[in-house]
């Protein structure tokens, strides 16, 4: 995970920090959710430890700080969202939207009509998903496929869009569809292996291209009138994604800021080295300079905080 944060006026500053594959977050209040390898991390914003984070006190106004770990195993987790009280998360190797509560490794909850039985098989690479009224949706999938790995033949144009709520493909034949978002209550979503933003007429069960984006776009937060869109770099081993038109340009990953009145670029960031894919993205406002601890470097282990009171506590007094 990286934070992006103004250093000044002109430059940004980047603060990088490791997990075992994290893929999707949530942020809600002062609470981030976030799916890794095989686990589920839960995290409390407390501005207080921020400000006397011991390696550099009076620097950050948010520190993320790890308050519990849900052993999800090996699901191969993608979106995860923070609904009301409920954690709900895309689980792409059972093909299922499910439940994240400690009761158990998942709970699912949904899973698409054409799927007859949950199994470890990645049988439509369930991947995005968009709540409505703090209740899943929206979500997409690579392909309609009920056979182990079986959207992988159809890879750049089987891609569905389904609510389900009413149980209903919306779209089909997509390029790779990813992040679905709202904007003035009109559903929006990323199509990666066409490079293209755009938004959807689910009445009509049609779809308008917003913005050509000319990359593998995925990972998407809409603030105010401004899509803030991830770029990835296509893997230069993969024989699929060096047949996409755009597989010349995507050399680099990055972001992309669109004001969606007027469909008009008005910024980008391009990261040079060091990050080659990117799956999700979001804006936190109201937060100028967030710090995150992960579970790895045992520093988190000496930040304390009770409902009245937060503390450092002193290594050194451990020896």
């Known amino acids: 995970m990286?934070?992006?944060?103004?250093?000044?006026?002109?430059?940004?500053?980047?603060?990088?920090r490791t997990f075992h594959k994290p893929m999707g977050f949530d942020v809600k209040d002062n609470r981030m959710v976030m799916a890794c390898e095989d686990e589920v991390i839960l995290f409390d914003n407390v501005p207080e430890l921020a400000v006397h984070y011991p390696n550099k006190p009076g620097t950050y106004d948010a520190l993320f700080i790890p308050r519990a770990t849900f052993y999800s195993g090996r699901v191969d987790m993608h979106d995860i969202k923070f609904g009301g009280n409920d954690i709900f998360a895309v689980n792409t190797s059972f093909s299922c939207l499910c439940k994240i509560t400690g009761h158990y490794n998942f709970i699912p909850v949904w899973q698409p009509d054409f799927i007859d039985v949950l199994?470890?098989?990645?049988r439509c690479h369930l991947n995005g998903l968009v709540l409505e009224s703090d209740r899943p949706k929206y979500v997409t999938a690579l392909g309609a496929t009920n056979t182990p790995q079986g959207w992988r033949k159809n890879i750049t144009s089987g891609g569905i869009l389904v609510d389900i709520v009413d149980n209903v493909t919306i779209l089909e034949g997509l390029p790779m569809p990813h992040s679905?978002?709202?904007?003035?209550?009109?559903?929006?979503?990323?199509?990666?292996?066409s490079g293209q933003l755009i938004?959807?007429?689910v009445a009509k069960k049609s779809y308008e291209v917003i913005k050509e984006l000319e990359g593998f776009c995925r990972g998407m937060d809409i603030i105010g009138d401004y899509a803030f869109i991830g770029l990835s770099k296509l893997r230069q081993n993969s024989s699929t994604?060096?047949?996409?038109?755009f597989a010349d340009k995507a050399v680099t990953a990055g972001i992309k800021v669109i004001h969606l009145p007027t469909k008009a670029f008005v910024g980008e960031i391009i990261f040079k080295t060091s990050i080659d894919e990117i799956y999700e993205i979001?804006?936190?406002?109201?937060?100028?300079?967030p710090n995150i601890l992960n579970t790895i470097n045992p520093i988190h282990k000496y930040s304390l905080s009770t409902p009245s009171a937060t503390f450092w506590a002193n290594p050194q007094a451990e020896n």
């Open 2 to 16: 990286v934070f992006i944060s103004p250093k000044d006026e002109s430059s940004l500053t980047l603060l990088p």
């Open 119 to 122: 199994a470890s098989e990645d």
């Open 180 to 193: 679905p978002q709202f904007y003035k209550d009109e559903l929006y979503l990323l199509l990666s292996a």
């Open 199 to 201: 938004k959807v007429d």
């Open 241 to 245: 994604f060096a047949q996409l038109d």
């Open 282 to 289: 979001k804006v936190m406002s109201g937060i100028r300079r």
